[in-house]
């Protein structure tokens, strides 16, 4: 690990103005970030610790049925607060199906939405990366790829957005906040993440100095609540990232769908909301046609970026497979294996 | 320019000077503070075996940086039996052949603590693999963890009802 300054600003603009100096980089957890300073692929000379920042530990729930959740509320903290998992219960089912009760315990809000993609080449400094050294190249493209993007990825990078937290905000219209020498602005969850496009160590909208402070739910992504459910195909049964996973939202009016909510994570760079999708099942019969329907318009233009053709596939049936789990309804409570294909799905048929 | 931290690791207090932040909360408690008992496997996050209570939360210690957490309350493997008597948790991984090797079993042990406190894995086996999924064992000793977990929760909720 390199050598770095730690410096522990007691105000927002005093942190913001610590983390506006080149090479400088925020700390809440360090879960990602210590990880990857000790294999040398994140080398800030200063990190901001932004742990003992006031105001931002706090889940405030608005009488509308929205919530705003501080960037240092820890990931297990918000699953298990009654009210949002109430509300909110995919977002719940999400980061209890992400890391470990250990790593929930600690990892914050504001860190999920900044991980970094665990594509093996970026981590892995023998190997060319251009979003770890622009310019360089990218030996995911001919290597070992078959978990790598199939949608929205460019010539320069194939990696994915590891998030599950992600996936559902992006379905349910989240809004980042974020604090900077300028002021407060807020940009839209699903622009908050770029594609890789030429440029992909570019890889928020944050600007040197940016502060995430808050993560805000709107009052209609509640109206969800009956019927949302978050499912994560993973190599292993627990503890391990999505090879591919989906989020799925219905509003259900009379036996039909209303409106419904999609997003899918594992696939590209930034979580994946599938607007097409949706508008497929407005007003549609809750079925097993109308599902595979909407997982068609869900992968529209993607295409294999190595060996990973199967997750186009993979990706349909895990969106027709949300949709028909989120039409059986929200369980009482998270399922013992949170987001698992594995778990049986009472009232809904898992085979569609 | 050093920190000076202050930390309470298994109830005694404890001033750390640091001339050099990368110091982990792992490596101060092996290499400074001379308890050993909690492991070293990945040093990534991955293993679980630094598994501690961080102000009563259990949290990967190779993941800590001790700059980060000026005045908390640690408590380890060394500092969870009360006098001679070994805490229901360490007992039951004795009862039910919990381990094999041992190298994971202090942040198995750490883990099981934590996952009981928090509360949320009842009776079901399911439940408690899942909550203890952060927590590796090579030898493939998870058929007794999962039993020692589910008799010392027993065990521990009820001394707290005859108490």
């Not at chain 1, 503890?239 to 409106?259: C, H, K, Q, T």
């Not at chain 1, 097993?288 to 990706?315: D, H, Q, V, Y």
């Not at chain 2, 883990?111 to 493939?140: K, Q």
């Amino acid at each position: 690990m390199n050598s770095f300054e730690f410096v522990r600003p007691a105000t927002v603009a005093e942190a913001v103005a610590a983390a506006s100096a080149p090479g400088a980089a925020y700390h809440a957890a360090g879960t990602n970030l210590l990880d990857l300073m000790k294999g040398g692929v994140a080398r800030p000379t200063r990190l901001v610790d932004v742990n003992r920042l006031p105001g931002l530990d706090r889940i405030e729930h608005a009488p509308d049925g929205g919530v705003r959740v501080g960037a240092l509320v820890r990931n297990a903290d918000l699953a298990h607060d009654p009210a949002f998992s109430r509300r909110f219960p995919a977002v719940a089912e999400a980061l209890l199906s992400g890391a470990s009760a250990q790593l929930r315990n600690a990892a914050t809000v504001g860190g999920n939405l900044l991980q970094r993609t665990r594509c093996a080449y970026f981590y892995d400094l023998a190997s060319a990366c251009n979003k770890r050294e622009p310019g360089a190249g990218c030996d995911a493209r001919g290597g070992e790829n078959r978990l790598h993007a199939v949608l929205g990825w460019s010539g320069s990078c194939i990696a994915t957005h590891p998030s599950d937290f992600c996936v559902p905000l992006a379905a349910l219209g989240a809004t980042v906040e974020i604090e900077s020498k300028a002021g407060r602005r807020d940009v839209p969850l699903l622009d908050f993440h770029r594609l890789p496009g030429a440029a992909p160590e570019r890889e928020t909208v944050l600007e040197p100095g940016d502060l995430v402070v808050a993560v805000r739910l709107p009052a209609e992504a509640a109206r969800f609540a009956a019927h949302a459910r978050y499912l994560k195909v993973r190599e292993r049964t627990s503890y391990a990232f999505a090879v591919v996973s989906a989020a799925a939202a219905l509003r259900m009016e009379a036996g039909r769908i209303a409106e419904a909510r999609i997003a899918l994570g594992g696939v590209a760079l930034k979580p994946w909301r599938a607007h097409d999708a949706e508008a497929a099942l407005a007003g549609a019969q809750p079925d097993a046609a109308s599902f595979r329907r909407a997982a068609e318009a869900a992968l529209t233009g993607a295409e294999p970026s190595g060996g990973n053709a199967f997750k186009i596939e993979l990706a349909r049936r895990i969106v027709a497979r949300a949709l028909a789990m989120a039409a059986g309804g929200t369980p009482e409570r998270v399922p013992a294996l949170p987001a698992s294909p594995f778990a049986p799905a009472p009232g809904a048929s898992v085979h569609v | 320019m050093g920190l000076s931290i202050a930390l309470t690791v298994n109830g005694a207090p404890h001033r750390v000077e640091l001339e050099d932040p990368r110091v982990t909360l792992l490596d101060l408690l092996r290499e400074r503070l001379h308890l050993t008992g909690t492991k070293k496997g990945c040093d990534r996050g991955q293993c679980g075996a630094c598994t501690v209570l961080l102000d009563g939360r259990r949290t990967n210690a190779c993941l800590a940086l001790v700059a980060a957490h000026d005045g908390a309350d640690v408590l380890t493997i060394e500092g969870l039996a009360s006098g001679g008597e070994l805490h229901p948790v360490q007992a039951a991984f004795i009862a039910h052949d919990a381990l094999q090797c041992g190298f994971c079993t202090p942040g198995q042990i750490m883990s099981a603590v934590g996952l009981i406190a928090e509360g949320h894995a009842g009776n079901d086996p399911e439940r408690v693999r899942e909550g203890m999924s952060g927590n590796l064992c090579r030898c493939g000793a998870y058929a007794g963890i999962t039993e020692a977990v589910l008799d010392a929760q027993g065990r521990l909720a009820r001394g707290s009802e005859a108490a």
